[in-house]
């Protein structure tokens, strides 16, 4: 007997993705932002969160994608991180999709290295090649160093 997962599926450009239903707090529209001097440039800015401030990290900049066209708003996956809730900036929500946890796989070599950093595994679907997000590994930003005073 096989067990199975549920994904809440997501766009980016021509990637598709998908991350533990468990691990979502929520899925928004795209909020106002306050930009965040200094921050590495995947932080995209704070949102205010009914109270709660949450850091939105944009996942275009994280995987070293292009910005995205024109007007075109992202939408906030709300996640639940070791260190509190943080917004993942994404193209386009898809569905949620339970999958067979026997047809998950390791990434593959042809998938860019920086995908790969933030890829746990695949799953071969009819349409798409459905990429799992570590969402640790996606959350996690390094500030930029700064130069010091000689």
Do not use: W
């Not at 932080?43 to 995987?63: C, E, K």
């Amino acid at each position: 007997m096989s067990t199975t997962q549920q994904f809440c599926t997501f766009f980016l450009k021509d990637f598709f993705f998908g991350v533990e239903v468990q691990t979502i707090q929520e899925v928004i529209r795209y909020q106002e932002m306050t930009s965040v001097p200094l921050a590495p440039a995947e932080v995209f800015g704070l949102i205010n969160l009914r109270g709660q401030i949450v850091t939105a990290i944009d996942l275009r900049t994280r995987l070293g994608l292009a910005p995205r066209e024109g007007d075109r708003l992202p939408t906030n996956i709300i996640v639940r991180t070791a260190d509190g809730a943080v917004s993942l900036l994404v193209d386009e929500i898809g569905d949620v999709v339970d999958l067979d946890a026997g047809l998950y796989e390791q990434p593959p070599e042809t998938l860019d290295r920086s995908a790969r950093e933030l890829v746990t595994g695949v799953y071969k679907l009819e349409e798409h090649l459905l990429l799992i997000l570590d969402v640790a590994a996606a959350t996690t930003v390094v500030p930029p160093q700064r130069e010091s005073a000689a």
